[in-house]
T-cell receptor
Framework: KNEVEQSPQNLTAQEGEFITINCSYS?????LHWLQQHPGGGIVSLFMLSSGKKKHGRLIATINIQEKHSSLHITASHPRDSAVYIC?????????????FGKGTKLSVKP | DTAVSQTPKYLVTQMGNDKSIKCEQN?????MYWYKQDSKKFLKIMFSYNNKELIINETVPNRFSPKSPDKAHLNLHINSLELGDSAVYFCASSHHGTSGANVLTFGAGSRLTVL
């Protein structure tokens, strides 16, 4: 069992829908990262958070440290949001940047 | 442009060869990393390196050796390449702050194919 679990693995949505991707982890963490990997392969860091909630444009990330759970929400989804979304955690006791990655959620947004 | 740049983007080579992938960042970050993404798209940390310390992930074979001539560069050298080394290798960098982990900036990736 991976220390970082994401759900769903695959997600298909219609343009305009509200999307939620979930991430659960089993280790103590110092921070949680949400990454986006485009179909072309490039990886972009969307959020890094250790508590509460962050918002950037149509993207919202939340984390509940007690429940060891984070969610990534996309409002008013658009086909350009189609990508793989990866949750990763920086764990206590690990060296800096020693991230543990989830397996990713592949999102397809249909026009 | 400020960025993390990797070269080459694609590398095709024969088993047993030695190859290097170069990474440079001009973001002024003090920490750099190598990650491996396997055929199932699963990412794993290989190395992290900052001004003071090279951190070696114990699951990485010693055929892999990072080399950092300065804090803006972290190259990955691979000896005696094996079929299982075929993957996409991502370089990344961040700035180490008092809170520990910081936002990562990734390179575009280097796809290595071992024949």
């Amino acid at each position: 069992k991976n220390e970082v679990e994401q759900s769903p693995q695959n997600l298909t949505a219609q343009e305009g829908e509200f999307i939620t991707i979930n991430c659960s982890y089993s280790v103590g963490i110092s921070a949680l990262h949400w990454l986006q990997q485009h179909p072309g392969g490039g990886i972009v860091s969307l959020f890094m958070l250790s508590s509460g909630k962050k918002k950037h444009g149509r993207l919202i990330a939340t984390i509940n440290i007690q429940e060891k759970h984070s969610s990534l929400h996309i409002t008013a989804s658009h086909p350009r949001d189609s990508a793989v979304y990866i949750c990763a955690v920086s764990w206590y006791g690990g060296s800096q940047g020693n991230l543990i990655f989830g397996k990713g959620t592949k999102l397809s947004v249909k026009p | 442009d400020t960025a993390v740049s990797q070269t080459p983007k694609y590398l095709v080579t024969q088993m047993g060869n030695d190859k290097s992938i170069k990474c440079e960042q001009n973001l002024g970050h003090d920490t750099m990393y190598w990650y491996k993404q396997d055929s199932k798209k699963f990412l794993k940390i290989m190395f992290s390196y900052n001004n003071k310390e090279l951190i070696i992930n114990e699951t990485v074979p010693n055929r892999f050796s990072p080399k950092s001539p300065d804090k803006a560069h972290l190259n990955l050298h691979i000896n005696s390449l094996e079929l299982g080394d075929s993957a996409v290798y991502f370089c990344a960098s961040s700035h180490h702050g008092t809170s520990g982990a910081n936002v990562l900036t990734f390179g575009a990736g280097s796809r290595l194919t071992v024949l």
